[in-house]
């Protein structure tokens, strides 16, 4: 029902920015409200951001508050995360993913994932 593709990633210096795109097709991305992940190796896949249906509300992790911005424009079936002042423990493959949730942190409640893009942060 909901194919996922992120890019945007790549590397980049401690204190730079980056943003990150994922494209759905299908014609019921409005009716999920999407989130960013990332998972670095030998770590456990963590929640950073989710934004409503509507885009209208938002949700962050302590690790991307301040710094992370989600945001979506359904008409062109796109979410986004905006990423500044970036550090190398931020390195990691990122992924966004649609719920059927108004918000959530939470991986199970996620139904459609992105295959991630590589986000690489040097000193």
């Known amino acids: 029902q909901l194919q996922l593709v992120e890019s945007g990633g790549g590397a980049v210096q401690a204190g730079g920015s980056l943003r990150l795109s994922c494209t759905a097709s299908?014609?019921?991305?409005?009716?999920?409200?999407m989130g960013w992940f990332r998972q670095s190796p030998g770590k456990e896949r963590e929640f950073l951001a989710a934004?409503?249906?509507?885009?209208?509300?938002?949700y962050y992790s302590d690790s991307a508050k301040g710094r992370f911005t989600v945001s979506r424009d359904n008409a062109e079936n796109t979410v986004y995360l905006q990423m500044n002042s970036l550090k190398p423990e931020d390195t990691a493959v990122y992924y966004c993913?649609?719920?059927?949730?108004?918000?959530?942190?939470?991986?199970?409640?996620?139904?459609?994932w992105g295959q991630g893009t590589q986000v690489t942060v040097s000193s």
């Open positions: 993913a649609a719920s059927r949730l108004l918000l959530s942190r939470l991986r199970d409640d996620y139904d459609y």
């Open positions: 299908g014609r019921t991305f409005s009716k999920y409200s």
């Open positions: 934004a409503t249906r509507t885009g209208g509300s938002t």
